[in-house]
Antibody
């Protein structure tokens, strides 16, 4: 059974870079059958899609974050990562990583999620 | 960008009630929609995928319907464990977008 676990600093200073890792266990990332994503949720607010990355290396990002966000996959470590530069207080949120499935004729929305990690941007 | 308008934003209901939540897409998205349940302090959990397919292990009182621009999530008989916030997600076109959420509370 696939499991995902986010890790990274819980506190980041304004203007610095937020870096998170999602470690995948219970299965291999070395498959074109999966894609990987990041979603965040500010305190008391709704869910916001950040971006998705595919086995091919293709990436897609939210337009509002596109100039500041980078995602990558390290299949040798069974991990994928998120980098968000020049953070401000509005980037304070719970950050989730998630897995989706690439079917033969259909792309399935995120079926497995990490538990989430709270990141606070403050000096 | 495709906007997802979810309604209502909150509702109060009693155990045993039938509950319906709607998501409307600003453009047609075929059936590229999922429904998620989120309880306080927990990660979202997928209930429905491809607009109407029940996730394995999810009780059959949950159902999804719709295609194109209008979608519904129905809980046929609300149970105590169903009090939570529900979100739709369109994954037809980037950027993917979530509905604003519907908080289901106890009446």
């Amino acid at each position: 059974q696939f499991q995902l676990q986010e890790s990274g600093p819980g506190l980041v200073k304004p203007s610095e870079t937020l870096s998170l890792i999602c470690t995948v266990s219970g299965g291999s990332m070395r498959s074109s059958s999966y894609y990987w994503g990041w979603i965040r949720q500010p305190p008391g607010k709704g869910l916001e899609w950040i971006g998705s990355i595919y086995y091919s290396g293709s990436t897609y990002y939210s337009p509002s974050l596109k100039t500041r966000v980078t995602t990558s996959v390290d299949t040798s470590k069974n991990q994928f990562s998120l980098r968000l530069t020049s953070v401000t207080a509005v980037d304070t949120a719970v950050y989730y990583c998630a897995r989706g499935i690439v079917g033969a004729n259909y792309l399935y929305a995120f079926d497995i999620w990490g538990q989430g990690t709270m990141v606070t941007v403050s000096s | 960008d495709i906007q997802m308008t979810q309604s209502p934003s909150s509702l109060s209901a009693s155990v045993g009630d039938r509950v319906t939540i709607t998501c409307r897409a600003s453009l047609g998205i075929r059936n590229d929609l999922g429904w998620f349940q989120q309880k306080p302090g927990k990660a979202p959990k997928r209930l429905i995928y491809a607009a109407s397919t029940l996730q394995s292990g999810v009780p059959s009182r949950f159902s999804g319907s719709g295609s194109g621009t209008e979608f519904t999530l129905t809980i046929s008989s609300l149970q105590p464990e169903d009090f939570a916030t529900y979100y739709c997600l369109q994954h037809n076109n980037y950027p993917w977008t979530f509905g604003q959420g519907t908080k289901v509370e106890i009446k």
